[in-house]
């Protein structure tokens, strides 16, 4: 069975008339909308709505004086198109921030408290200076020093090796990123300016989960 996703509404079963639309255009393709109106023994009209449904779905193109031919699109190509779409502004969390300071005692109590994984280190002014991972703690563990006197910013992984996102990415770059650098999360950041220096703020948070969600929204028809 066919199925296709369309702006307004998600997961429409192809009907069979829309699956011989397809197949005709597949096999004849450039194809006007007369000629397969007269395949189907139908009127344009009662055609219109159905290639208009293929079309917006990226099933069929359609060119002026040419007619419909087959995009060639895969289902993974249009779910890809449709997710493309879907940007970080709209799916980032709140961003759990700790100072330079804090020690990895403060840290892991902030992690359970907080229920994340991942704490995003801010220096004086408020700007991003480092990342802590759960690994990154539990490395400190091991040491022999007290949690409460090693502070965050000896142990974190820093600026400028800290992978980040604009609000206006797509979850598809955000994606990219998490599996490319297999971390886990990305701070979503806006670019300002301190001093004639280009400085990061915290804005936002998007991780694994983020993703999931997304692409979770796609399957089924939750989103739109
Ligand atoms: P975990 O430690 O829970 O497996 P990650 O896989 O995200 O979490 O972290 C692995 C390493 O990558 C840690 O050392 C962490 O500091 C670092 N890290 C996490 N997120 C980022 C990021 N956005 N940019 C750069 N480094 C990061």
New binding site residues.
């Given amino acids: 069975m066919t199925y296709l996703e369309v702006g307004m509404v998600i997961n429409i079963e192809l009907t069979k008339r829309q699956d011989l639309i397809l197949e005709i255009v597949r096999n004849e393709g450039p194809i006007t909308g007369e000629q397969i109106a007269d395949k189907l023994n139908l009127t344009r009209a009662t055609l219109r709505p159905d290639l208009a449904i293929l079309t917006m779905a990226g099933y069929l193109d359609a060119r002026p004086r040419v007619g419909y031919f087959y995009s060639g699109k895969s289902a993974p190509q249009l779910l890809g198109d449709l997710a493309r779409k879907k940007f970080v502004k709209d799916y980032k969390a709140l961003p759990v921030v700790i100072k330079e300071s804090t020690s990895v005692y403060e840290a892991v109590c902030t992690l359970f408290l907080e229920d994340v ?2 704490l995003y280190v801010v220096n004086d002014k408020g700007y991003l200076a480092g ?6 703690l539990l490395r400190a563990m091991l040491g022999k020093q007290k949690l409460e006197e090693i502070p965050v910013n000896i142990i ?2 820093r600026m400028p ?3 980040t996102c604009y609000p206006e990415d797509s979850i598809v770059e955000v994606a990219k990123k998490l599996i490319n ?7 979503v950041v806006k670019e300002e300016q301190d001093g004639g220096r280009a400085v990061l703020e915290v804005v936002g948070r998007v991780t694994k989960t983020t993703v999931t969600k997304a692409y979770l929204e796609l399957a089924s028809d939750q989103s739109i």
Avoid at 131 to 136: A, E, Q, T
């Fill in positions: 994984g991942t990342v802590v991972s759960r690994k990154d974190m992984t090796n800290i992978i650098y297999q971390i886990d999360s990305l701070p």
